[in-house]
């Protein structure tokens, strides 16, 4: 099956090629075969013809952080928070509860639902992470159902000490490195952890990932989201392929940071919603850190989907340009993750793409809230 996607106005390639106008694309099965000059294009034989009639278009969304295998809704709390309450780590214990008790149809439907929110507005690969269960078997029952729906699986149990453990959170970090770990493994790419006050401590943390780490799962870390805190040189060393959040960073963080290949993943959907202030991009990128944008979808910190959205903010509040943050949340997000075959448009990458209602990318920052997401498509295939 091929299509040729032909009068692009702008096609931003997120790759050293740049942008390049009057463009065509040519996919093939679910890769893309040829980009270049819209009159060089060759004759489409048999491929269906697309006219993006002067539109843009840009690569598929690459949404690296998200929790999507939940129960129940805490909008009660956020109504709080917008009236004062600050945001506190405890909170995930009440989602906890609802995912216990929900059973996998429920939890099934709801991630479905989930991604099909998130192929509408253009993100065509989610990581997707467990931590709602924090027992074996219902950390293993998320895992699972995530991996129904993504290769980008991530195995978080120790996202907070539940409260059958309360007072003995080394007792917890044993379960998670020992029989957690075996029911999940098996389900998952990625080792992640919360390494924050009220979660887990730096040791706790390394013992965490190091575990993961023997057991073939690549490291990524949640740091420096509600504090300053070791985190972030933690991930650094361990060579993980993210850290996220990193609202309040250190210079000794930004220094370690910026001399590692480690990615820094900036989730403005939570400085958003928890009131939080957003961190200084601008600094950061001139400082020489790789810095990718992910929505972070969560009951709790951060109930977007929405990549434009946390474009807009970043472009709007974190001293990004329209172009640098088109980047991270594509580009920088296949960084997150160690993947090169996604998040740019280049020949022999996955065709997925977005169409945008718009003459340039810039428009993604520039109309906030609007829906420009006119076509999708993931490994060559039109999805919304
Ligand atoms: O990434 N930081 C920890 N985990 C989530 C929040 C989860 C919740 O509040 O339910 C986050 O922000
Ligand atoms: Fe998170």
Known sequence: MSTLITNIGELTTCTDVGTLHDAAVMIENERISWMGAAEDALSAGGAEVVDAAGRAVIPGF??????LVFAGDRAAEFEARMAGQKYAAGGIRST??????APDEELRSRLHGFVDEMHAQGTTTVEIKSGYGLTVADEQRLVRLAAEVTPEVTFLGAHVVPAEYADRSDEYVDLVTGPMLDACAPYARWIDVFCETGAFTVDQSRRVLEAGIARGLSPRVHA??????????????LGAASVDHGTYLTDDDVAALAGSHTVLTLLPGVEFSTRQPYPDARRLIDAGITVALACDTNPGSSFTSSMPFCIAIAVRDMGMTPT??????????????RRDDIGVIAPGARADLVLLEAPTQVHLAYRPGVPLITRVWKDGEVRS
């Open 96 to 101: 906890v509860a609802a995912t216990r008790a």
């Open 324 to 337: 640098e943050a088109l980047w991270a949340a594509t580009a920088g997000g296949a960084r997150a993750l």
């Open 62 to 67: 690459v949404d690296s952080h998200s929790h």
């Open 224 to 237: 420096s989201q509600l504090g300053p805190g070791g985190g972030v040189r933690l991930a650094v060393e």
